[in-house]
């Protein structure tokens, strides 16, 4: 997986996270583990290559803190929306979905099968 912050990407400021099909499915099974524990934050960019040029912190937690980084809040209550648009991501075919983020100018786009290593070398 790999993840980077764009600013206007396709329109919007995002965090972009692309992997592959289990990567995906790798994150949808980290999400939900996360939701149901006693945990209060994780880095998700722990679990990903970091764009060198366009680097991002994401931190999925289940309610907004003022730490530094990208917060992606995901609690019990969130759980089931998060994850009813991060499976379809792993069925096979290429596609994205779009999460907010506490930081209300920028969004979160999980992506598979879109961006791979050329992409990221060209643009990341």
């Given at each position: 997986?790999?993840?980077?912050?764009?600013?206007?990407?396709?329109?919007?400021?995002?965090?972009?996270?692309?992997?592959?099909?289990?990567?995906?499915?790798?994150?949808?099974?980290?999400?939900?583990?996360?939701?149901?524990?006693?945990?209060?934050?994780?880095?998700?960019?722990?679990?990903?290559?970091?764009?060198?040029?366009?680097?991002?912190?994401?931190?999925?937690?289940?309610?907004?803190?003022?730490?530094?980084g990208?917060?992606w809040?995901?609690?019990?209550?969130?759980?089931?929306?998060?994850?009813?648009?991060?499976?379809?991501?792993?069925?096979?075919?290429?596609?994205?979905?779009?999460?907010?983020?506490?930081?209300?100018?920028?969004?979160?786009?999980?992506?598979?099968?879109?961006?791979?290593?050329?992409w990221?070398?060209?643009?990341?």
């Amino acid at each position: 997986m790999r993840h980077g912050y764009f600013n206007n990407f396709k329109g919007a400021n995002t965090v972009l996270l692309s992997g592959l099909y289990t990567e995906i499915a790798d994150l949808n099974a980290q999400v939900r583990t996360f939701a149901q524990s006693e945990r209060t934050e994780i880095a998700l960019h722990d679990f990903a290559t970091v764009s060198s040029r366009h680097p991002a912190h994401l931190i999925l937690s289940k309610q907004p803190t003022s730490s530094a980084g990208f917060h992606w809040v995901c609690s019990i209550v969130e759980l089931v929306t998060v994850q009813a648009k991060l499976s379809p991501l792993i069925l096979g075919e290429p596609g994205h979905q779009y999460f907010d983020l506490v930081q209300a100018d920028t969004q979160l786009m999980v992506s598979v099968g879109e961006y791979d290593d050329t992409w990221w070398l060209h643009h990341g």
